[in-house]
Nanobody, 131 residues
């Protein structure tokens, strides 16, 4: 059983939008920092956005103003609204849950950026942006 399941990926033209969803199965989001990560072929995994239990968020510089992360604890749902997509956004996108509850996280922290602070992962959803 896959603990986190992403959906919403696809192929779009530059300037388009996609909304990614991540639903937890058998795990709760309540009390945990959640994040979206991406990995393009030949590149390292990159932290894209995080959201804490209090709703505070962080974004990598390249997506600020274009992407928005949100959560719905009642539905065990995590979302990433992606607007004004660019070809360089092409990657496999993964959602993840932090190892520890009630532990704030943000992309200013190296362990968060690297994803090593997160213990529960999805299998990924592909996003392809054509020029």
């Amino acid at each position: 059983q896959v603990p986190l399941v992403e959906s919403g990926g696809g192929s779009v033209q530059a300037g388009g939008s996609l909304r990614l969803s991540c639903v937890a199965s058998g795990y709760t989001y309540s009390g945990y920092c959640l994040g979206w990560f991406r990995q393009a072929p030949g590149k390292e995994r990159e932290g894209v956005a995080t959201i804490n239990t209090d709703g505070s968020t962080s974004y990598t510089d390249s997506v600020k103003g274009r992407f928005a992360i949100s959560r719905d604890n009642a539905k065990n749902g995590l979302y990433l609204q992606m607007n004004s997509l660019k070809p360089e956004d092409t990657a496999m996108y993964y959602c993840a849950r932090h190892w520890r509850p009630w532990t704030p996280c943000g992309l200013a922290d190296e362990r968060t950026r690297a994803g090593t602070a997160f213990g529960i992962w999805g299998q990924g959803t592909q996003v392809t942006v054509s020029s």
